[in-house]
């Protein structure tokens, strides 16, 4: 849990190197600096007035909450600024700052508005800037509470874009050689200085012609305008680095290095990626040049200007020549060595560890499809199977299910529906849907190497190859996964892939996949120094420096080495040749082969850039691939679907939700909708309409296969804290004396204390005032309240005892309360009952029972009494369908009298094996257990075959209902209210309010209320209060 206001504000501070921009009064040039007195904290702000939301998730449009990165500036108006700090860890937070600003150009130093000239010490002027700030802005800043934190499910966004183009003009102030960067959203661009017209300068830059040399002579400067037009007029006429440049989104520069090659300069800068590119692994780390801490703090926050001493003092430390002593054992500290980092990048250290070094498919990283919370197997398979059961077809309830569960629920509603109803889903699915809906529901029920292996067949399989499937797949997956495929695909088919691959490929092609195939490119995340230079150099020797190309050695490097050294072999290569690897690959090969390659590359680089890509050719034009619009989308919906979406609309400039609604149509268009849709879109599903007897989604419940009352702990009443059974005895004998009694703390008491509490009440109250505390309630209360109040003082097992008495005692027999008792009671709590009922009535149970029922429900009766039934796990399918079989066969001509069958199978099968049984009549006959039972009994003793039934596949739903007929109609049954409150209150009562909710769509506490009155509902409703709202 956050901790607030353990970490100290942050402080916002505007750097103008203007005296007369006094407390909140800045013009558009003046730049904020929002910084911590913690080291290793995140800093996030708001520049709307609205509170910052560390743990904001990301979505396609505006941004309040920003990242601070470092300083910048503000639009023309009045900003409210908030700022929080934040630990790398998210577990402490500091109070929220908040500052006013008025940005206005006025308040330049620049600017003049009056015809009298003023010194900039003149104090006059500053009292009158002082008088005008006090009336415009009483309030200068103010500390607020802590936020209010959110579930955290993405990256904080960083809320920076490309620094603006002017940055290089020279007669702009000293504040332009930083990288400049400005707010993208929310805020409109800064206005042009009124003194400053370099308009026709600027606009023309890049037309400038380019000079041999730079001037050299300390000349910084003109020495990057220089570089910078050499480098845009490069690319300019290279049209693949044109399309590289393009695509990348380029945040604030990390690192730049200086390099003396002997006859050539080389200049090496590292940018920081945005969300969507940050992939797997970490690069090799360049050299990274010590800035002086005149330049830069070490938290890369800009200063204000410096004056001309201090420029002086930088432009002698800035890209010192590499043979300079100082730095040359640090830059021979961190050639290519990841381990070794310096202090100051701590902060960027921490947050690359969160990133798994090697790729593999189960780490989840940011799918828009999660696991469904509120998973229940069960009812997904009865719902999809009544939508797909009769004329027509529900495809929204297949649509809401199969696009909502993960991968894992989804193979687990694949095989329980064929426990369930005997018939595959996958047939079922393809008698009742058509087209690309059906092959897309299709592919959702098999796992993620199944359909791997079903996608490579269908790659294979007929004349001709899929190509772009086979490379896709097989360069794009993990060792782990290849290697699984390669299992899966010859238990699937019967056959060698590489052999099938061998046959329908040729050439360097061939080799290229087969040695993916292998799944042995080395994972490691050690960089191997010795080969970087000898594989750069053996890829140009093989490629753009031969007369024809070696083939085979860009398929040993590129399928051989892993992505951190391929990384720095792709560097290093730039030394020998001037164009990047992707473009040498296309220059120097063609076909499959090329595509094949630069496949590597770019997921190497950018994995989901590279699915990115594939969904822009799939959905691109006339026509769509939908194979690939299938293929991409579910094997990455899991995974990184949420930054391939990013990358989709960076290339695209437009969302893939858009592009996909536009080019698919009718139900094949809202299952990709509903798998790309964001886990904070999907809502839980409203409860399905069920039938009576079907069972119910219960959050957080699942049904024990061997039924103890001990071991569910999902009740409502627990041992109150700080308790004190001689305080509690003093404290009724207190109430209960003398005129009146005080119900409330009857209540209070006897609400609020578990069973065991309770009976250590009464037993104090007896010792300290000679007094039955049971005798005393009788005494001091009367109706259904003195009835619930002595029911609450006995034991569990002495109140089944006096229950089952009650039901058999006297005229008539309530023959429900008899089979609630004994069939939702484990064995041990049976034979305890036995016992405890000789103990209080002097007459067996059995006694009992026999002589007040008759016939196959006393038989039943008998049978429960027993309490000898099997409790075990294990499940024997062959013996299931066998019992399964005699219940059938017994007919409508025997069942109805051989009643005998049932009551023996339920003896002596357990719990599990008899789940196993009715889902095998099920199969057999179309019908439920349920059904059968219905229509071959009928009186008591089908009430109590359904109440069995019921008890066995939820307890939870059985007692609902009973609760449910307790209450409706005229009347109210208060003898079953209190006994399955009470007996239920420790147990699994939670489970029931929320069934009950489910079934009828009502608050149990609801119909309590509304049907009783008094101290009776009050204590009622006392004993249903959820645990976290008891003192």
């Known amino acids: ?60 449009g505006s941004i309040s909450t920003y990242l601070y990165r470092g300083a910048f500036r503000l639009g023309l108006g009045r900003r409210v600024l908030k700022a929080i700090a934040v630990t790398n860890n998210g577990l402490r937070e500091s109070n929220i700052i908040t500052k006013f600003l008025d940005v206005n150009d006025k308040y330049s130093e620049n600017y003049d508005d009056s015809p009298n000239e003023h010194s900039d010490n003149d104090p006059s002027l500053v009292d009158n800037y002082q008088s005008k ?118 945040g604030r520069i990390e690192t730049i290095r200086l390099i003396d090659k002997g006859n050539i300069y080389q200049v090496l800068a590292t940018f920081k990626k945005s969300l969507g590119e940050q992939t797997f692994h970490e690069g090799p780390p360049l050299p990274i040049r010590k800035r002086s801490s005149k330049r830069r703090s070490t938290k890369r926050i800009r200063t204000p200007p410096d004056t001309d001493e201090e420029k002086s003092n930088r432009y002698t430390h800035s890209l010192r020549p590499p043979d300079t002593k100082e730095e040359r054992p640090t830059r021979h500290t961190h050639s290519l060595k990841p381990s070794v980092r310096q202090e100051e990048f701590t902060h960027e250290e921490e947050e690359e560890q969160r990133t798994p070094k090697i790729y593999t498919e189960e780490i989840v990283q940011q799918g828009t499809l999660i696991p469904f919370p509120h998973f229940n197997v069960e009812q997904d398979c009865k719902n999809l199977h009544e939508s797909m059961k009769g004329v027509g077809t529900d495809e929204d309830t297949l649509i809401q299910i199969l696009g ?158 892993s992505d951190v050294q391929l990384k720095a072999v792709f560097e290093v290569y730039q030394q020998y040749s001037k164009k990047d690897i992707e473009v040498d690959i296309k220059s120097e090969t063609s076909g499959s082969l090329c595509n094949g390659l630069l496949t590597i590359v770019r997921v190497m680089r950018n994995r989901p850039g590279f699915f990115a890509y594939q969904l822009k050719k799939a959905l691109k034009d006339a026509g769509t691939d939908e194979d690939e619009l299938n293929r991409v989308i579910i094997s990455r919906c899991e995974v990184d679907m949420i930054q391939i979406k990013e990358e989709y609309e960076n290339i695209m400039k437009r969302s893939l939700e858009d592009h996909i609604h536009n080019d698919t149509s009718g139900d094949y268009r809202k299952i990709l909708l509903e798998l790309i849709k964001d886990p904070s879109q999907r809502t839980r599903q409203k409860p399905e309409k069920t039938k009576k007897h079907e069972n119910v989604d219960v959050s957080d419940y699942e049904q024990p296969e061997i039924y103890k009352e001990e071991i569910i702990q999902q009740g409502t009443m627990v041992a109150a ?147 000898n039934r099997p409790e075990t796990t294990e499940v024997n399918v062959n013996q299931a369908k066998k019992d399964a079989q005699s219940l059938i066969d017994a007919g409508s001509d025997k069942f109805g009298t051989d009643e005998a069958k049932f009551n023996t199978l339920y003896c002596n099968r357990s719990d599990s094996q008899l789940k196993v049984i009715f889902k095998q009549i099920a199969e057999l006959t179309g019908k439920s257990i349920e059904e059968m039972v219905k229509k071959e009994t009928g009186g008591d003793l089908q009430n109590g075959i359904l109440a069995v039934i019921r008890c066995i596949q939820s307890r939870p739903q059985f007692f609902a209902e009973r609760l449910h007929n307790a209450m409706k109609g005229l009347g109210t049954k208060e003898s079953t209210l209190n006994r399955i409150i009470i007996t239920r209150s420790e147990i699994d009562l939670i489970q029931i309010k929320k069934t009950y909710k489910n079934l009828f769509n009502h608050e149990l506490e609801q119909d309590v209320s509304s049907d009783t009155s008094g101290d009776y509902k009050k204590l009622l409703l006392e004993i249903l209060k959820d645990p976290s709202q008891r003192n």
């Not at 504000?9 to 800045?26: A, D, R, V, W, Y």
């Not at 661009?189 to 003194?195: F, I, L, N």
């Not at 360097?508 to 490691?524: D, V």
């Open 133 to 250: 700030l006090d009336d415009d802005f009483s309030i200068q800043s103010s500390i607020e509470g802590p936020i209010s934190p959110v579930s955290y499910t993405g990256t904080p966004v960083n809320a920076w874009s490309t620094p603006d183009e002017n940055w290089i003009d020279p007669n702009r102030n000293s504040q332009y050689e930083y990288t400049r960067e400005q707010m993208a959203v929310r805020l409109p661009p800064p206005p042009q200085p009124r003194v400053m017209n370099t308009t026709h300068e600027e606009e023309n830059f890049w037309d400038r012609k380019t000079k041999p040399l730079s001037p050299g002579n300390g000349n910084w400067k003109k020495t990057l305008e220089h570089l910078f037009l050499n480098i845009y007029n490069y690319v300019k006429d290279e049209r693949e680095l044109r399309e590289l440049f393009g695509w990348k989104i380029f």
């Open 404 to 561: 909502n569960r993960s991968n894992d629920q989804r193979l687990k509603i694949r095989d329980k529906y064929k426990t369930m109803f005997g018939q595959d889903l996958e047939n079922d699915i393809k008698g009742d849907t058509s087209g690309n809906f059906r092959k897309i529901l299709i592919n959702l029920l098999y796992s993620p190497v199944e359909y791997d292996c079903y996608e490579l067949q269908r790659a294979i399989k007929g004349l001709g190859t899929n190509d772009e499937a086979l490379i896709e797949i097989l360069a794009s997956r993990s060792n782990k996964r290849l290697r699984a495929i390669n299992d899966q695909y010859a238990k699937l088919f019967n056959q060698s892939l590489e052999k099938n691959i061998v046959n329908d490929t040729s050439g360097h092609f061939k080799k290229l996949l087969i040695a993916l195939l292998q799944g042995q490119r080395s994972e490691s995340n050690q960089i191997n120094e010795n080969e970087i230079k000898n594989d750069a150099k053996q890829l140009y020797e093989a490629g753009e420096k031969k007369w024809g190309t070696d083939e085979s050695k860009f398929i040993q490097i590129l399928c051989n080495r």
């Open 1 to 60: 849990m956050l901790k607030a206001g353990s970490l100290p504000s942050p402080i916002i501070t505007p750097l103008s190197s203007n005296p007369l921009s006094l407390k909140n009064k800045i013009d558009t040039q003046t730049f904020i600096e929002i910084r911590s007195d913690v080291p290793n904290v995140r800093i996030y702000f708001t520049v709307d007035g609205s509170k910052p939301d560390p743990f904001q998730i990301f979505r396609t």
């Open 721 to 867: 804290k700080n308790f004190d059974a001689n305080r509690d005895a003093d404290a009724l004998r207190k109430a209960m004396k003398g005129w009146g009694t005080d119900e409330k703390i009857l209540i209070d008491i006897l609400g609020n204390r578990n069973i065991a509490q309770r009976l250590e009440i009464k037993t104090a109250f007896k010792n300290k005032h000679n007094h039955d505390l049971v005798s005393d309630l009788k005494s001091e209360t009367s109706g259904n309240f003195s009835k619930l109040l002595e029911q609450l003082m006995l034991d569990p097992v002495e109140l089944d005892c006096f229950e089952l008495k009650q039901a058999v005692k006297g005229a008539g027999t309530d023959e429900e309360a008899l089979i609630e008792i004994l069939a939702s009671r484990s064995n041990e709590r049976i034979r305890s009952i036995n016992e405890t009922y000789v103990k209080m009535h002097s007459k067996p149970l059995e006694k009992d029972v026999k002589s007040d029922t008759s016939g196959n429900f006393r038989f039943l009766l008998v049978s429960l009494l027993q309490g």
